[in-house]
Each structure stands twice: as structure tokens, then as C-alpha cells.
Nanobody, 119 residues
Framework: VQLVESGGGSVQAGGSLRLSCAAS????????MGWYRQAPGKQRELVAA???????NYADSVKGRFTISRDNAKNTVYLSMNSLKPEDTAVYYC??????????????WGQGTQVTVSS
């Protein structure tokens, strides 16, 4: 599975960005897909995830500001980020999970895209 991200950049506080992540390769049973982020000196954290059926999960810090969506036909997941804050500054990573036959979970990661929010 290959995950290719796009859409990062620099914005001022209050601005918006939209991230995209396209999955390719052997993508059967990939579920869920989502976004994580990692700020300097901090651990990687879940931002939002979406299942193939459309169920979503958000970090408390982004609820009401970020929206995750998934286009199953295009194997693409999106993250629309509004009302951005300086604390949203991080490298954002696309993630996809697959449960294996032994019930372990295999994680796939994109290369990461920088989001910088200035005050």
C-alpha cells in the first residue's frame, strides 16, 4: 500500500487548508484511514479517522474545526481544516490500517506533509 499526501502549507491563524491522501497498491481490507500529526518534541497523535462505512473519530482538540471524509471510489481520504490555530502546526501523516489474519493490525504511512500556522 502506498499513501501519497498533498495539500500542506503555511497559513495564518484562522485560515483553512485541505489535505488529500491517495491510496494505491493492494488496498483491499484497508480500514480505517485517517490522519495523524506530530509536532516537534511531541508524540504522534491521532487527528481524525474514517471507516469505509463513513464513521468518523476526531481528537477533541480538532472537533468542530476539522472534517475528515473518504471517497472510496478514488481510494482517497481528505482532511478539511478550518479555524486553524498555531498549535495545529505539525507534520501531518496519512495512515491506513489493515487487520491481518492473526488479528494483528498493519499500519501504512504516508511521507508526511508540513502544516504551519502562524499567529
Amino acid at each position: 500500500v502506498q499513501l501519497v499526501e498533498s495539500g500542506g502549507g503555511s497559513v495564518q491563524a484562522g485560515g483553512s487548508l485541505r489535505l488529500s491522501c491517495a491510496a494505491s497498491g493492494v488496498i483491499s481490507s484497508i480500514n480505517p484511514m485517517g490522519w495523524y500529526r506530530q509536532a516537534p518534541g511531541k508524540q504522534r497523535e491521532l487527528v481524525a479517522a474514517v471507516t469505509g462505512g463513513g464513521s468518523t473519530n476526531y481528537a477533541d482538540s480538532v472537533k468542530g474545526r476539522f472534517t475528515i471524509s473518504r471517497d472510496n471510489a478514488k481510494n482517497t481520504v481528505y482532511l478539511s481544516m478550518n479555524s486553524l490555530k498555531p498549535e495545529d502546526t505539525a507534520v501531518y501523516y496519512c495512515n491506513a490500517k489493515r487487520m491481518l489474519s492473526d488479528n494483528t493490525i498493519e499500519n501504512y504511512w504516508g511521507q508526511g506533509t508540513q502544516v504551519t500556522v502562524s499567529s
